[in-house]
C-alpha cells in the first residue's frame, strides 16, 4: 500500500507562487474578493510565506539602476511553501464530531464537503493553519465558469476546505493504469502544484517505495519536518536550505508509518 508524500527542497523555491496558482486553478478554490481578504478570509490550500531572515543590510549603491552612489537595503527573504501537511498522526482528524475529515489508507487526509457541519474544530486543531473556511457561496461570474476543474466538486458557504494532495489525479492515473493493463508508476499520480514548479523544488510519490524518488530524498541528511515536537509525523518534507554540511536535528524516518 503506498503511502503519498511530498518532499519540498527549499534551496530551490524561488517564491514564484506557480505552485499557488496551480493549486487554485486545478482544486476551484474560491476567490473572496478584496473586502473579505481584508478580514483575513483568502483561502490558499497551498501558500508560499516569505520570511524575512536578520536584520537589514546597507551596501553602497553601485551607480547602476539610478542608485547614484546612495546607500542601498537590502534585506534576505526565504520562502516557505505550505500545503496540507498530510499528517500521519493528524490532530485535525481526532477532533471531527462528524467524521467528515479522515486519513485514508494511503495516508492522504480527505475532505468530504457534504459531511462538514462546519463547526471548525479540525481548523482550530491544526497546528499548520492549513485548513480554511468558506465564508460566502462560491460565484463564478462569466467566463469564469469555464476555468471550473470538472473532475473537482465546488464546496459551498460553511464548509471547510483544504489541500487534497489532489486526489481526484490519482483516481484518474490508477483508471489509466487499469486501461493500459499495467500497475501505477511513479510519476503516474503528480499533483498540480509538483507539475507546475518551474524550479523543480517539488517531489511527489510513495514515501514507502524506497526507489521512489521521494523516499530517497526523505532520507536526505538535509530533510527535516515542521514542528515535529508535536507528533503529528506530517508527510511533506523540507529540505533545509543551505548548510549541506550539517545534518538536522530533526531528521525523518520516512520508513515509519504512524497511520
Ligand atoms: S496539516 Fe493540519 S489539516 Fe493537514 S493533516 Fe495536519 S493537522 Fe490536518
Ligand atoms: S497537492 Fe494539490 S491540493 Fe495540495 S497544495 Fe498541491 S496542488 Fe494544492
Known amino acids: 500500500m503506498p503511502r503519498w508524500g511530498m518532499v519540498i527542497d527549499l534551496d530551490r523555491c524561488t517564491g514564484c507562487q506557480a505552485c499557488t496558482i496551480a493549486c487554485r486553478m486545478e482544486n476551484n478554490v474560491p476567490f473572496c474578493g478584496d473586502k ?4 483575513g478570509r483568502a483561502i490558499f490550500w497551498n501558500k508560499v510565506i516569505a520570511v524575512q531572515m536578520g536584520e537589514r543590510e546597507q551596501h553602497q549603491g553601485s551607480g547602476e539602476n539610478g542608485h547614484d ?11 516557505l511553501p505550505l500545503p496540507c501537511m498530510h499528517c500521519d498522526r493528524p490532530p485535525c482528524t481526532m477532533v471531527c464530531p462528524v467524521r467528515a475529515t479522515t486519513r485514508n489508507v494511503e495516508g492522504i487526509v480527505m475532505q468530504v464537503p457534504s459531511r462538514c457541519i462546519g463547526c471548525r474544530l479540525c481548523q482550530a486543531a ?3 493553519s492549513r485548513r480554511y473556511f468558506n465564508w460566502q457561496e462560491v460565484n463564478y461570474p462569466g467566463s469564469l465558469k469555464q476555468a471550473v476543474n470538472p473532475d473537482v466538486s465546488i464546496r459551498t458557504l ?4 483544504k489541500c487534497t494532495f489532489c486526489v481526484h489525479r490519482l483516481q484518474q492515473a490508477r483508471e ?39 523516499a530517497k530524498l526523505a532520507r536526505n541528511p538535509r530533510a527535516f519536518r515542521l514542528l515535529p515536537e508535536l507528533g503529528t509525523h506530517p508527510k511533506v518534507i523540507y529540505l533545509q536550505e543551505g548548510g549541506w554540511q550539517s545534518a538536522s536535528s530533526h531528521a525523518v524516518n520516512p520508513g515509519e508509518s504512524h497511520g
Open 158 to 161: 460553511g464548509v471547510i476546505e
Open 36 to 39: 473579505n481578504a481584508w478580514k
Open 176 to 214: 489509466q493504469a487499469r486501461a493500459e493493463k499495467r500497475e501505477l508508476r511513479e510519476g503516474d499520480y503528480v499533483p498540480a502544484c509538483v507539475e507546475a514548479c518551474p524550479a523543480k523544488a517539488r517531489t511527489f510519490g510513495d514515501l514507502d517505495n524506497p526507489e521512489h524518488a521521494v
Open 69 to 79: 552612489g546612495q546607500p542601498v537595503t537590502r534585506k534576505r527573504v526565504r520562502f
Open 126 to 128: 491544526c497546528p499548520y
